[in-house]
């Protein structure tokens, strides 16, 4: 069965930052584009940031270009979001997506609460 395992979430102030792993497993995962998506209570999930299969490239949300980064270890198969710089509205329950752009299957975890508060 296939896992996906996020950790690092928790609370922090704004202006700190948070380090977010996703831990995979039982699948192709150097050959899958693995993502962070978010979700703010009352509101749509939303792709955060993106990595392409041999990390190669990346894309981002408007909303944390130059404050947040993307990165993956192909031989420990995890994909990593460094937060910086949070702010109040990176509130939300981040979740790790895995897609496999020529199986066409799509993986997500469980989510971990990221909250930023004074």
């Known amino acids: 069965q296939v896992q996906l395992v996020e950790s690092g979430g928790g609370l922090v102030q704004p202006g700190g930052s948070l380090r977010l792993s996703c831990a995979a497993s039982?699948?192709?995962?150097?050959?899958?584009?693995m993502s962070w998506y978010r979700q703010a209570p009352g509101k749509e999930r939303e792709l955060v940031a993106r990595i392409v299969s041999s990390g190669g490239s990346t894309n981002y949300a408007d909303s944390v270009k130059g404050r947040f980064t993307i990165s993956r270890d192909d031989v420990v198969n995890t994909v990593y979001l460094q937060m910086n710089n949070l702010k109040f509205e990176d509130t939300a329950v981040y979740y790790c997506n895995a897609y496999g752009s020529i199986s066409g299957y799509r993986y997500w975890g469980q989510g971990t609460q990221v909250t930023v508060s004074s």
């Open positions: 039982r699948f192709n995962f150097r050959s899958y584009v």
